[in-house]
């Protein structure tokens, strides 16, 4: 029912996620990111608090990703039907799929970022994924949008997805992206991408606003001078 890639940029070191489902509202149960722990995926059947678990466990504990992962999931009477992506501040990655994953199921990890998908019309789909990343340029929304428009152009999902998002994590406590096409009824990765390309030149005017509203630029709204 989903793809995503887990991802970070080795520049700027922020961390994210893009996801895609043929279920409602994938965004809202997950993708997780900490900024300066790591990001996860938990998809396939999910339990969405794999992904608390295991940010926990990288920032309290200092767990490389595969022990995080393996002691979320030993934890988990139903690992074999979750299918869980991570990858830490450092870079270093760990995936895991269940025995129950559905249907056609791939996860690679790449430098700097692990893709995974179940369901797929292809396990090449997760492939081009990676390969995507890592050949790309731009700021890692841009990386992450390029990654998931090379799954749709690789075959996608054996059936139609209906919901997709985005989160990005900086230097920050929250989000500095977090975007999401919650149901619609064709191509919600190009929906998807067109509320990135909205935002993210006012990104950084968000994040001035939230630190320094002194220095804010303009809202550009009627009454705003």
């Known amino acids: 029912m989903t793809f995503s890639i887990v991802a970070r940029c080795s520049e700027t070191r922020q961390l994210g996620i893009a996801i895609s489902s043929s279920s409602i509202a994938v965004a809202a149960r997950c993708p997780w990111a900490r900024a300066g722990v790591g990001a996860v995926a938990t998809q396939n059947v999910t ?73 797929l019309s292809s396990p090449d789909v997760i492939a081009a994924m990676v390969r995507s990343f890592e050949t790309s340029t731009g700021l890692l929304g841009d990386r992450l949008v390029a990654a998931m428009r090379a799954a749709v152009e690789a075959g996608g999902e054996a059936g ?52 320094n509203p002194t220095a804010a630029p303009s809202y550009g709204v009627p009454g705003d001078e």
Not at 78 to 100: C, K, M, N, S, W
């Open 47 to 119: 339990l969405p608090s794999l992904g608390l678990r295991i940010l926990d466990r990288l920032e309290n504990e200092k767990l490389h990703p595969r022990e995080a992962l393996e002691m979320a999931c030993n934890a988990d009477a139903y690992r074999d039907y979750r299918q869980v992506t991570v990858i830490d501040a450092q870079g270093r990655t760990a995936l895991f799929t269940g025995r129950e994953a559905l249907g056609v199921h791939e996860a690679i990890a790449g430098d700097q970022c692990v893709a995974a998908g179940n369901l």
């Open 160 to 211: 139609p997805v209906r919901s997709a998002g985005m989160k990005i994590v900086d230097a920050v406590e929250w989000p500095i992206a977090d975007l999401r096409v919650d149901w619609i009824e064709t191509d919600p990765i190009d929906h998807l991408a067109g509320l990135w390309t909205a935002y993210k030149p006012q990104m950084r005017d968000y994040l001035t606003r939230a630190l």
